[in-house]
DNA sequence: CCAATTTTGTACTGACTATTCCAAAACCTG
DNA sequence: CAGGTTTTGGAATAGTCAGTACAAAATTGG
């Protein structure tokens, strides 16, 4: 009926959000955004909207793949929950050393938003969603580590919420020390020194 | 000789510190710096050369400040280095809970200042400061909690230096979940979580 | 191949940015 | 109080920003 799009609006979206986590919100120009994606400026701001549209979009998608990608390692029941959070653990500091060998952006989207926009009232919906995000992270978390609890696995010298305020803690911490240039056997570090927190 | 400064430097740069963690460097202009400080663009410039160059001054007092703080804490040869440890990180939560109760911004200008800059070419010699402090952080950490080990104080299931690598990827994380909103009771867990990791 | 519809490139706009300029005012020393 | 020096206020400047207008190109259904 009319003329199709000449890009994939889901290559567009993972370029744009390589920039945005590279250089942030405020520091990513419309036109840096055209350079990463190959896109026009009619495209676009036809495709969305606005800068603050696309990087919604961007937000929302990282979002959500993070999230999945949490469901998956938590939710495999035949493991013990500590093996569960160790896997989940080793993935992001194996993630983050990959990045940094092929010299890609390291850090966290969420994190970094939070940085940036936290105190920023004309972002309040961006925080808003980054918020309901982190609490089913942590209810997750909550239900798999008092699971662990009971069964003796998980330390109880602290309330479930409370390990899991700590493993979401430690997430972002690594995330972060990583940006700042941790080197790959550290990060190992930090999470093999994690995980004794919550043995019992 | 000549006309005096109407206004201290120090709380000039007090004011334009908050204003940088609240906002993130990009996102503050200097009508904002203006504001915060009382001062006129004039005296701004004829001060602090450019708004880089305020920012990068609010920095170096800033890790001035907390490497101080940390020193003292971490020195007090009389306490068993888990309380020197333990001491440093109640006093962060407690500092966070306090700025969160005061409606002040939480979070900190270290932490946030990689997030937004650990990549951007122009503002490396941010980074490198950063980088600087955090390795004299780490090895006062690391020293710390090599004696202690030897002592039989600290866990030997880790490195010195790993270990180092925790307590300041913990540190981070409990700032930045701090300003991502988490409540003061929950920085109390994720501290007593932490120094659970680092107990023989 | 035509007509309707959408995308795309380019040039443009108004608002905001950091920074500078200059003249007037304020201050200290003598 | 005068001379020299510095700060200060306010206006101005050059550049960048996000977003838009519009006409030309591309595509599909008939």
New interface residues.
């Given amino acids: 009926m009319a003329r199709p799009l000449s890009f994939r609006r889901e290559t567009a979206v993972a370029a744009a959000t390589r920039t945005f986590l ?3 919100l ?2 990513t120009s419309a036109e840096d955004l055209c350079r990463a994606t190959g896109l026009g400026r009619s495209s676009l701001y036809n495709s969305f909207g606005s800068k603050d549209g696309l990087f919604a979009e961007c937000l929302g998608d990282y979002l959500g793949a993070t999230r999945e990608r949490g469901e998956a390692f938590l939710s495999d029941a035949d493991l013990p929950v500590l093996d569960r959070i160790a896997a989940l653990l080793r993935f992001i500091a194996a993630e983050e050393a990959e990045r940094a060998a092929a010299g890609e ?3 966290c989207l969420a ?2 938003t ?3 926009l ?3 009232p004309e972002h309040a919906e961006s925080m808003r969603r ?2 309901e995000d ?1 609490d089913a992270r942590l209810r997750l978390l909550t239900d798999a580590l008092r699971a662990g609890q009971a069964a003796g696995e998980v ?1 109880a ?3 479930a ?3 899991a ?2 493993v ?7 995330r ?2 990583s ?4 080197a790959a056997d ?2 190992d ?2 999470v ?3 995980l ?3 043995a019992p």
């Fill in positions: 590279r250089r942030g405020h520091a952006p390291r850090g994190v970094n939070v940085a940036e936290a105190d920023d980054i918020d982190t330390t010298a602290v309330s919420e409370g390990l305020a700590f979401n803690a430690a997430i972002a911490g690594l972060i020390t940006q700042g240039g941790t550290r990060l570090d930090i093999a020194t994690a004794r927190a919550l």
